[in-house]
């Protein structure tokens, strides 16, 4: 193909803009690329499609929107879009300003259910799905402060099953929420 002998850049700007490689990328390259972590986890989107409750990334961190107010500016000027939006692991409040026309990037949030098998000392969290897979590489949450506890005493000890949910996005995961389930 005519790309060929293209700078890596390019390549690397096919890969964030196309799911599929492209025929145009040898193989080598894309393998290269695709191992970018950067890339699967978040994915471009226009601005102005962004929707109120949609996630975002602001500043690097992975947020879901709150609300969006939509500025015109002068004559020959862009639409802007004033995204006031909350950090989804830390709760905390951002915001940002976009021209509704301009590409922002959207991260990848997944949520899946795992039962708690065991809580460490740590607050390292033992969890299972219904598969019989074992996660442990996720601890019981740091925000809202009081959940962690809240999440200690529905378990207690392993007396109670409490099934949980895990948001994943950017590459952190956290438990969301929890809940005991009756006998």
Same mark, same amino acid.
């Given at each position: 193909?005519?790309?060929?002998?293209?700078?890596?850049?390019?390549?690397?700007?096919?890969?964030?803009?196309?799911?599929?490689?492209?025929?145009?990328?040898?193989?080598?390259?894309?393998?290269?690329?695709?191992?970018?972590?950067?890339?699967?986890?978040?994915?471009?989107?226009?601005?102005?499609?962004?929707?109120?409750?949609?996630?975002?990334?602001?500043?690097?961190?992975?947020?879901?929107?709150?609300?969006?107010?939509?500025?015109?500016?002068?004559?020959?000027?862009?639409?802007?879009?004033?995204? #006031?939006?909350?950090?989804?692991? =830390?709760?905390?409040?951002?915001?940002?300003?976009?021209?509704?026309?301009?590409?922002? =990037?959207?991260?990848?949030?997944?949520?899946?259910?795992?039962?708690?098998?065991?809580?460490?000392?740590?607050?390292?969290?033992?969890?299972?799905?219904?598969?019989?897979? #074992?996660?442990?590489?996720?601890?019981?949450?740091?925000?809202?402060?009081?959940?962690?506890?809240?999440?200690?005493?529905?378990?207690?000890?392993?007396?109670?099953?409490?099934?949980?949910?895990?948001?994943?996005?950017?590459?952190?995961?956290?438990?969301?929420?929890?809940?005991?389930?009756?006998?």
């Amino acid at each position: 193909g005519r790309y060929k002998d293209d700078t890596i850049l390019l390549t690397r700007t096919l890969v964030f803009f196309s799911s599929k490689p492209s025929s145009t990328m040898s193989d080598s390259e894309y393998a290269i690329e695709s191992a970018d972590a950067g890339a699967s986890s978040t994915i471009p989107m226009e601005a102005g499609q962004i929707k109120k409750g949609g996630y975002m990334m602001i500043k690097g961190k992975a947020c879901k929107v709150l609300s969006i107010s939509v500025s015109k500016t002068g004559k020959h000027g862009h639409a802007k879009c004033n995204f #006031q939006a909350v950090d989804i692991f =830390t709760g905390k409040k951002l915001e940002d300003m976009v021209p509704s026309s301009h590409g922002t =990037t959207v991260p990848v949030v997944t949520r899946t259910e795992w039962e708690i098998i065991d809580i460490g000392d740590e607050d390292e969290v033992t969890l299972m799905d219904e598969a019989g897979n #074992q996660k442990t590489d996720v601890n019981l949450p740091s925000v809202p402060a009081e959940m962690a506890q809240d999440i200690r005493d529905a378990w207690a000890e392993g007396e109670n099953q409490v099934t949980c949910s895990v948001q994943a996005a950017i590459g952190l995961e956290q438990i969301i929420s929890f809940k005991k389930e009756s006998e």
